[in-house]
Every structure is written in structure tokens, then in C-alpha cells.
């Protein structure tokens, strides 16, 4: 896939579609209380990173603060959700310890892990930031990871939903009627190339999460070191 190609066609369509009222919002968000629980394998950009995101949330918040914004605590890049999230799922239904095995067995050979976080694109309910990552090394760390879950008999269900190959991160979510699209479409636009760093992986965390990566509703379940 080509990353920017994907990124450019999802923006055009996007913004298109926002401007024109045809977006989505998310009215799950807010909630206080959740019941659906999967676990996923992540990556967390750093904090200079993190600042840089945060000026540009913090423009989008100036025209519209209703939306849902991301805290630095919750940004990340999803490696692999190994257990996607649905209803009645918990940690007592797993081994972490054999998930960790599988997992550690995947970081053999692996190569340095480098992303850039360059510009913004949009879904018809998010903006995200474009993850680009500098080789292959994301990816092959994604094939081994498949190749061997499947082989295992532990639950999973990767892949379920669609097939993740990019490395982008979402930072805000519609969850109000938006209160001026063409503003919103203007800032993203002005962020459109913009360049918010890039940062060497150290490591990767293992995560009891709920859909939306809420760190109150989270649970650490172990870091990988690369």
C-alpha cells in the first residue's frame, strides 16, 4: 500500500464529506461506564511528539472545544488489536504469560521500528495524524505477529475487522454536531504537510483496553523492548 496515496484519497473524501454535513458522530465516547474489552499490542509516540499534536488539538479546541480530544496518556499507534473489543471479554479468560510468548517470539530479527508523523487526514468522524513509517520493519513485525497467532490455539481474532497496515493515530473524535465544518477543515488543512517528528521505537506495550484506549479504563499488561 502506498501510505500517502491512501492518506491523500481518505482526506479528499473526507473533508469533502464534512463539509457537506455528511459526517458521523460518536456518541459512545462519553460514556462512564463500558462493557466491551479486547487486547492490543501498541505503540506510543513520544512526548516531543505529543506537545506538537497537543498545538494543533488545541487550534481545533479554540473553534470547536465540544469535540472529543485526545490527552497525550491516550495517543498511540495500533501495532496489532489481537483481541478486538467486544462485550463479556476479560483478562480471566487468558494466559497473558502465553500471549507474551507469542509476542516476544515475533521480535526475533526484527529491525529498528521508525516513524515519522507528518500532516492530517480525517475519517468522517475523526482526525488522525499520518504515521509513515520509515521501512518495512512495522509491517514485517505485523506478518510474524499473524503467522504466529494463527498457528497458535489461543483466542484472537486479528484481522476481524479489516486488515491495519497503516501507522496512523487518531486524536479527536465528532462527538457534538460540529459547529463550523469549514473552520474545522481550515485548520486541518493548515496542519495539512505539517511535520510533527519522528521517533525511534523502544518499545511496544501489551494492553487490556477498551475501544477507545481510555487510560482509566486500561490495563498494562507488559512492555516489549526492541
Not at 473526507?14 to 492490543?40: C, H, P, V
Not at 500471549?99 to 500532516?119: C, M, N, P, T, V
Not at 475523526?126 to 513485525?141: H, V
Request: hydrophobic residues 35%; contains cysteine.
Amino acid at each position: 500500500m502506498n501510505l500517502q496515496e491512501h492518506y491523500n484519497e481518505l482526506y479528499k473524501k473526507s473533508s469533502e464529506a464534512i463539509l457537506a454535513g455528511n459526517y458521523k458522530l460518536d456518541s459512545q465516547i462519553d460514556k462512564k461506564s463500558y462493557s466491551r474489552f479486547g487486547i492490543t499490542l501498541l505503540i506510543r509516540p513520544d512526548e516531543a511528539i505529543k506537545a506538537n499534536i497537543q498545538l494543533f488539538l488545541n487550534e481545533l479546541k479554540a473553534i470547536d472545544p465540544l469535540q472529543y480530544y485526545y490527552p497525550n496518556s491516550d495517543i498511540h499507534i495500533t501495532v496489532l488489536s489481537i483481541i478486538s473489543c467486544y462485550e463479556g471479554f476479560s483478562l480471566d479468560k487468558i494466559t497473558i504469560e502465553d500471549y507474551a510468548e507469542i509476542i516476544q517470539k515475533s521480535l526475533i530479527d526484527l529491525g529498528e521500528i521508525k516513524i515519522e508523523f507528518r500532516g492530517v487526514t480525517a475519517s468522517s468522524s475523526a482526525i488522525m495524524i499520518q504515521g509513515f513509517p520509515t521501512d518495512e520493519s512495522l509491517n514485517n513485525l505485523r506478518d510474524k505477529l499473524r503467522a504466529n497467532f494463527k498457528k497458535s490455539t489461543l483466542e484472537q481474532s486479528i484481522d476481524s475487522r479489516y486488515v491495519i497496515s497503516t501507522a496512523h493515530s487518531t486524536v479527536m473524535r465528532f462527538q457534538e454536531k460540529l459547529q463550523n465544518p469549514k473552520q474545522l477543515i481550515d485548520v486541518a488543512a493548515k496542519f495539512r504537510n505539517y511535520n510533527f517528528g519522528t521517533f525511534t521505537v523502544d518499545k511496544i506495550e501489551l494492553v487490556y483496553n477498551d475501544w477507545y484506549q481510555k487510560q482509566e479504563n486500561t490495563i498494562h499488561l507488559g512492555d516489549f523492548t526492541l
